[in-house]
């Protein structure tokens, strides 16, 4: 059915804490993405992953890690949380390692306090 | 460095008004150039995609005019309705890595009846 999953939806947390953000595609997708969305900024891309194991950092991938161990899943990570992390987190996927088509899910806001 | 500039940041208007968002951009060779759209709640998605010197593409009574010579992706719609309010993103992929799509700042439209 063609569908990017985040979960959770909402989540907030303390300064310090380990976050795991969640991210599953039914298309078998080779390429996943994971961004962030803050205001006047528009999509930073934090990480890509061209398929299991064989990820690439983005633009701002201080302070974040991934994982990926199946195709269908795009673990995001952030160890000891800081409050600038605040954001709306946006998983995406694409077919083969083309961008023709980014399909995002509806994203993850996570709150640092 | 490749890069999108889009000059809106936010743009308020009546419904049946002209629509225009302006999308620059500086990249090297001939890149395939994208609009995303993003309605409220949602993840971004696909609106259309050009390659091609002075293409048009056209979706949902939005069209965009690619032109090469001055670095342009303009978005317009002749008469906009209330359910166009979203946020849109002009995006280019990098000259280094097909695969990573940089996107703009992004535009906030809101339509009133």
């Known amino acids: 059915d063609m569908k990017v999953t985040q979960m959770p939806r909402y989540l907030i947390k303390r300064m310090g804490e380990n976050v795991l953000l969640e991210c599953g595609q039914d298309m078998s997708h080779e390429t996943m993405y994971w961004y962030r969305q803050d205001p006047g900024l528009g999509l930073q891309l934090i990480y890509i992953s061209y398929d299991v194991d064989s990820n690439s950092e983005g633009d701002i991938p201080k302070g974040y890690r991934v994982s990926r161990k199946k195709r269908e899943h795009f673990s995001l990570i952030l160890d000891s949380a800081k409050t600038n992390q605040t954001s709306v987190y946006f998983c995406a996927s694409s077919q083969g390692f083309s961008n023709e088509r980014l399909f995002f899910g509806h994203g993850t806001k996570l709150s640092v306090l | 460095g490749d890069s999108v500039t889009q000059t809106e940041g936010q743009v308020a208007l009546s419904e049946e008004d002209f629509l225009t968002i302006h999308c620059n951009y500086s990249a090297s060779g001939y890149p395939t150039l994208f609009w995303y759209v993003q309605y409220p709640g949602e993840g971004p998605q696909l609106l259309f995609r050009?390659?091609?010197?002075?293409e048009k593409g056209s979706s949902r009574g939005f069209e965009a005019t690619y032109d090469k010579g001055t670095t342009s992706f303009h978005l317009r719609k002749a008469s906009v309705q209330e359910s166009d309010s979203a946020v849109y993103y002009c995006a280019l992929p990098l000259s280094s890595s097909f695969s990573k799509l940089v996107f703009g700042q992004g535009t906030s439209l809101s339509v009133v009846p």
């Open positions: 050009a390659s091609r010197d002075k």
